[in-house]
């Protein structure tokens, strides 16, 4: 008898008559023996409706009350599954992450799961029935009702997976599985069967949509086996798991990008200790996160600094930064909002000398310009004009092969 933990994004329970599909496929489970615990999403387009209703209140949403509003969305679909499996004749029961004592830090709209206690939910599957449990949600030492971010029942089912000590952990989606790059953009694409989680934590980190980053990291951190799979087909999907896991680390094993990206550059920095301290420390303190980071000194006294933000944050980080600028002396702030990431990843990547000087050729064939570059021992990404950004998956996808089942590093060379 199997402990599994899976959890339904938006879009597997955008409906009524999708609802009781998702229950009909966890009962199959069930009936085979399985011990289920299920995690659900608010259906699709409910936080967004539920936060434009917020807008409407109040100009900038008070975070506690958010909270306390957006966690509704998850409430509705655990009671209409419950409801569900109930109407087909067997046990349920829906929990919220207070019932179920999810405890997390007291950052409203984004906190971070401290602990979760699985007495309950141990003891109603002694009951023999199937478990629901709100994705998304948490809340604090205090009681105030916290959520989790965007994202967030991909970290749910997680940790109850790992404080479970569940022997998989399924997260059903609108697609098969994870790619070799984007599908829409380059139909060659194929799934992968296996990936390792610094792979996945790195295709989360540089655009990826298909898992939430967090729980990546809380996957590798409790070594908990996760699936992706589609809600639409039985088909196998794709499983991350440990490195040593995998039979033979490939190569290259994913392209991503991201058109979320920002460019800034102060220019004429005094070269001095303590400059870019004061530079980011502002920028850290507005919560916006700084990804990509150049240097170029010029004279030795005087130096440009370049750095990438969200999209989103842009317009914060230039109203910040121009003050900064005139604070310590640096001669103007320039931004450039059109362009985007694209990253190639691969744990064979480790040991293999070469890709990213491949990567560089490729690029430079189809007339692509890099602005920057970032490297670490798994993932090369380069900087590019966002118009570009096709064109470049496609090439790079093609000059990796990852449209052909990929050869191991070892016999790449």
Known sequence: MALIVQKFGGTSVGSTDKIRAVAQRVLKNHLQGNRMVVV???????????????????????????????????QVTVALFAMAVKDLGHSAVSLLGDQVAIRTDSMHTKARIRSIDPALINSHLDQGKIVVIAGFQGVTEDGDITTLGRGGSDTTAVALAAAMRADACEIFTDVEGVYTTDPNICPQARKIDYISYDEMLELASLGAKVLDIRSVGLAKRFRVPVQVRSTFSENIGTWVVEEEKIMESMLVSGITYSKNEARITIKQVPDQPGIAAKIFLPISDAGILVDMIIQNTTDGRLTDMTFT???????????????????????????????????????????????????????????????????????????IAEKYTELAVRALHDAFALDKENLPAEETE
């Open 40 to 74: 659900l999403s608010a259906m699709s387009g409910e936080t967004d409706r539920l936060s434009n209703l917020a807008l409407a209140m109040q100009h900038i949403p008070d975070q506690r009350e958010m909270d306390m509003l957006l966690a509704t969305g998850e």
């Open 309 to 383: 933000v969200l999209r989103r944050d842009y317009d914060r980080a230039m109203d910040i930064l121009k003050k900064v600028a005139e604070a310590i002396g640096a001669q103007n702030v320039t931004g450039d909002e059109s362009i985007a990431k694209v990253s190639i990843v691969g744990v064979g990547m480790r040991n293999h000398p070469g890709v990213a000087s491949t990567m560089f050729q490729i690029l430079a064939k189809e007339g692509i310009n890099m602005m920057m570059v970032s490297t670490s021992e798994i993932k090369v990404s380069c900087v």
